[in-house]
C-alpha cells in the first residue's frame, strides 16, 4: 500500500491532467445526447462529468502551483517530471473553458454566469502566476511562445464559456429583444428544408414565449391530416434551437466576433503545436512520459478543434446564412452534415420520444383499500416501500422523492396524442384570438366556475385536483368501443404527465 501511494504521488499531477482531458472529451461527445435520450444512467453521468471536469481542472492547476523546483528526487533517482508540468497549466485552462456541446447543465448553471467570471479571473492569473515561474526552467523560446499561445487559447475558451452563460441565464432571456434571431432565412416551402425554415422564421416568437411575453399558437380551425405531424416536427426544431442557446455555445457562435476569436484560437493552439513539435531537444530535456502527454493534449485540442467545426456547420442557422448569401456549396456542406445522422435528420427523432407519466394513486397504492391500485406496484417498489415505511418508520412525505425512482415510467407519443395536443392547441388559439366563440363544457364548466380560486391561487392543487378527478371518471367505465379506449389511453397519458411535470417542479423546489 505504501508504494502504490508513493506511486500515486509521483504520477499525480499526469493523472489529473489526463484524467480533465478525458473528462473533456467525453463531454464533447455526449453533451447533446441528453436532447436525444431520457436514459437516467446516461443524464447522470454527463451530470458528473460536468461537475467533476471543472472539479479536477481547478484541483489540478492548483496542484501545479505547489511545484517549483526543476529536477525533484524520488529514491535517490532525479527525475525532471514538473518542468515540462507547467506547461498544461494552460492546457487546464482550456478545459475549464468547456466544450461547444455543453456549457450549462441546467439553467441554473446559467444564473451562475457572475461566478464563472470572477473564476475565469481567479483561474488565469493563477495559470499565468504557475506559468511566469516556470518560464526560466522551461529551456526553451519555443516551448514559451507556445505556453503564451495555448494561454490565448484558454483564456478566449473561457471567456466563450462564460459568455455564453450569461446569454442564455434568465435575466437575459427576458430582457432580450429577439435581434440574434432577426436574420434572413431561405425562402423555401416544400420538404424538410420547408419544415426547417418556418422553424426559423419563428424563432422570435419562441424566444417571446419562453420570456413569458406573448402566449403564442397558430390559429387553425381545421388541420390536414399531415400537418399535425408537420408541426410538430417544426416544434422539435424550435426546441432544438433553443436548447443550443440555452445550453451550448451557439449564441456566441452566431456572431462575427465569435467567429473571429474563434479563429484566432484555433490557430493558437495549431501554432503552439507546430512550435513544440519543432523543438529539437526534447527527448534529452523531458521525460517521454511527459512529452507524450503533452503530444495528447496538442493533438486531443486539434481533434476537438476540428470536431467544433462540424459542431459550427451542424446547426440550421448556418445553413441558412450560407444558403441566403449564395454560397452553395458551404450551404450543400452544412445541409449534409444537418441531415446526416450525426445532425438534425428528418426521420431521426430529434427529442425522445417518450412523456414522462406519475400517477398519484401508485404511489398511494400501499395504505389503498383498491386491490388493483396495489397490484400496480412492482415487486421491487412494493419492497422498498416496505423497507422505508415499515422497517424504518419513515413518514409518506419525508420520503416522497423516492417516487421519482419508484413511479414514474415513460410512454411512447403515438401520433393519436399528437393529433389531440395539436388539434386542440389550434381550437384554444382560435378561442384566445377571439376569432370563434369560447366553447361550453356542459359537464365540466360548473367544476371550472367553483374551482377557478383554486386555480388562479394554487394552480399545482389544481393540477392535482383534475389529475384525481380524471382518474376517477376513467375507472368508473370498464367497456369502451375501440375509438373510445384510444381517447381514454390519450387523456390517461396526458393525466398523468401532468402530475409527472408537476412532481418534478416540486422535487427541484
Given amino acids: 500500500m505504501k508504494s502504490l501511494i508513493e506511486l500515486f504521488n509521483e504520477w499525480e499531477i499526469q493523472q489529473l491532467v489526463l484524467l480533465s482531458f478525458a473528462l473533456q472529451l467525453y463531454l464533447f461527445f455526449t453533451g447533446s445526447l441528453r436532447r436525444h435520450s431520457s436514459n437516467r444512467f446516461l443524464r447522470y453521468s454527463i451530470w458528473i462529468a460536468y461537475l467533476g471536469a471543472d472539479l479536477v481542472a481547478v484541483y489540478a492547476l492548483g496542484l501545479l502551483s505547489r511545484h517549483d523546483r526543476d529536477i525533484t528526487f524520488e529514491c535517490h ?11 498544461w497549466a494552460p492546457f ?32 488565469v492569473v493563477l495559470a499565468l502566476y504557475v506559468y511566469w515561474k516556470s518560464i526560466p526552467r522551461l529551456h526553451s523560446v519555443k516551448l514559451v511562445v507556445s505556453g503564451i499561445l495555448v494561454f490565448v487559447a484558454g483564456i478566449i475558451k473561457y471567456g466563450e464559456r462564460t459568455w455564453s452563460l450569461k446569454c442564455g441565464n434568465l435575466k437575459s432571456l427576458v430582457s432580450s ?58 416544434m422539435r426544431i424550435e426546441l432544438g434551437l433553443m436548447y443550443d442557446d440555452l445550453y451550448t455555445k451557439a449564441v456566441m457562435l452566431r456572431t462575427r466576433s465569435g467567429i473571429i ?26 521525460s517521454e512520459a511527459d512529452i507524450a ?5 496538442l493533438i486531443g485540442g486539434l481533434f476537438l478543434e476540428l470536431c467544433s467545426m462540424f459542431v459550427f456547420m451542424m446547426p440550421p442557422w448556418t445553413w441558412a446564412w450560407l444558403k441566403v ?7 450543400g456542406l ?44 412492482t415487486f421491487s417498489q412494493r419492497a422498498m416501500r416496505r423497507l422505508f415505511l415499515d422497517l424504518l418508520g419513515a413518514k409518506k412525505k419525508n420520503i416522497f422523492w423516492m417516487s421519482k425512482l419508484l413511479d414514474t415510467k415513460y410512454v411512447d407519443v403515438d401520433n393519436m396524442v399528437i393529433e389531440c395536443v395539436t388539434k386542440e392547441i389550434a381550437v384554444l388559439a382560435s378561442e384566445v384570438m377571439k376569432e370563434r366563440r369560447h366553447r361550453h363544457w356542459p ?10 380560486d383554486i386555480f388562479i391561487q394554487d394552480f399545482g392543487s389544481a393540477i392535482v385536483n383534475i389529475h384525481v378527478l380524471t382518474e376517477l371518471l376513467l375507472s368508473e367505465q370498464q367497456t369502451w368501443s375501440y375509438m373510445d379506449a384510444k381517447l381514454v389511453e390519450v387523456c390517461r397519458k396526458l393525466s398523468n404527465y401532468m402530475m409527472y411535470s408537476l412532481r418534478s417542479e416540486l422535487l427541484v423546489q
Fill in 293 to 297: 502527454i503533452t503530444y495528447s493534449l
Fill in 325 to 331: 448569401r449564395n454560397w452553395h456549396r458551404l450551404a
Fill in 92 to 123: 487546464l485552462l482550456i478545459h475549464l473553458g468547456g466544450q461547444d456541446t455543453i456549457t450549462a447543465f441546467a439553467m441554473e448553471d446559467n444564473n451562475l454566469w457572475l461566478r464563472h467570471l470572477l473564476n475565469l479571473v481567479v483561474q
Fill in 77 to 87: 533517482i532525479p527525475r525532471r517530471t514538473h518542468t515540462v508540468a507547467s506547461f
Fill in 443 to 452: 359537464n365540466l364548466e360548473p367544476l371550472f366556475i367553483n374551482s377557478k
Fill in 334 to 377: 452544412s445541409w449534409f452534415i444537418f441531415y446526416s445522422d450525426i445532425g438534425w435528420p428528418e426521420k431521426k427523432q430529434g427529442w425522445p420520444n417518450s412523456m414522462g407519466q406519475y400517477n398519484l394513486a401508485s404511489w398511494l397504492a400501499p395504505g389503498s383499500s383498491d386491490l388493483q391500485q396495489q397490484a400496480r406496484a
Fill in 261 to 286: 476569436v474563434r479563429c484566432i484560437s484555433q490557430i493558437s493552439i495549431v501554432a503552439a503545436f507546430a512550435l513544440f513539435h519543432a523543438q529539437e531537444d526534447k527527448l534529452s530535456t523531458y
Fill in 177 to 234: 429583444t429577439g435581434h440574434r434571431f432577426n436574420k434572413r432565412v431561405p425562402v423555401d416551402t416544400d420538404g424538410y428544408p420547408g419544415i426547417v425554415s418556418a422553424a426559423l422564421g419563428m424563432m422570435p416568437q419562441v424566444l417571446k414565449i419562453f420570456a413569458a411575453r406573448v402566449v403564442y399558437s397558430r390559429p387553425r380551425d381545421q388541420l390536414l391530416p399531415e400537418e399535425p405531424i408537420k408541426m410538430v416536427r417544426e
